[in-house]
């Protein structure tokens, strides 16, 4: 089975600091990967996905996150938080083929003026 | 890029009552479509896989003749709560899949039931 923990249910972060959101997951097999972002009373959207190319992924909106196999993990960073990056983050995995997603509890990232 | 149109956007319904909620599919073929439901404050758990033409196969402590799911068309998914309760009050949302292994979510259905 395929999982993914995220470490923080809430992050906390001033206006221009550094953002990184915590995520590893489990699988038995080589891994898609992802995150989303959801605004309250939103849904999804997504900020950039890993399928077996390039380790380090871009996103939109500034946000980055690198695939690592040896530490089983898949962080989202971005270099400066703004007030309007302040919403619930979802990572999630997903096997190869017709499958769905199997999203982690989430993090709420907060940015403080 | 590809869009799953999700009706309605939120509803309010009395106790006892079903509401339907629809997933279409805009200029592409969905073969499966994936149900989720969020609680406040909660992750997105699968409820359901439906494919189109098929019965939907439910997630463990998934009541499938509460839920029901539809898949008539490739472009047409339905989830109709049946006698719907204030525990069923939550957020609905489809996520749509093709065969390129892209997934496309709806933008969600918020359910009050009173």
């Known amino acids: 089975a395929q999982s993914v923990t995220q470490l923080g249910s809430h992050v906390s972060v001033s206006e221009g600091a550094l953002v990184l959101l915590r995520c590893n997951y489990s699988?038995?097999?080589?891994?898609?990967l992802f995150w989303y972002v959801q605004y309250p009373n939103q849904g999804l959207q997504l900020l950039l996905k890993?399928?077996?190319?390039?380790?380090l992924v871009k996103g939109i909106n500034g946000f980055e996150a690198e695939f690592k196999k040896s530490e089983t993990s898949f962080h989202l960073t971005k270099p400066s938080a703004h007030m309007s990056d302040a919403a619930e983050y979802f990572c999630?995995?997903?096997?190869?083929?017709?499958?769905?997603?199997?999203f982690g509890k989430g993090t709420r990232l907060s940015v403080i003026a | 890029g590809a869009v799953v149109s999700q009706h309605p956007s939120w509803v309010i319904c009395k106790s006892g009552t079903s509401v339907k909620i629809e997933c279409r599919s805009l200029?592409?073929?969905?073969?499966?479509m994936f149900w989720y439901r969020q609680f406040p404050k909660q992750s997105l758990m699968l409820m359901a896989t439906?494919?189109?033409?098929?019965?939907?196969?439910?997630e463990q402590g998934v009541e499938k003749d509460k839920f029901l799911i539809n898949h008539a068309s490739l472009t047409l998914s339905t989830l109709t709560v049946t006698s719907a309760h204030p525990e069923d009050s939550s957020f609905y949302i489809c996520s749509a899949a093709v065969p390129n292994e892209k997934l496309f979510f709806g933008s969600g259905t918020q359910l009050s039931v009173l």
């Open positions: 699988s038995s097999v080589p891994p898609y």
């Open positions: 999630a995995v997903k096997r190869r083929g017709n499958t769905p997603l199997v």
């Open positions: 890993y399928t077996s190319a390039a380790t």
């Open positions: 439906s494919n189109e033409g098929s019965k939907a196969t439910y």
């Open positions: 200029d592409f073929q969905a073969t499966t």
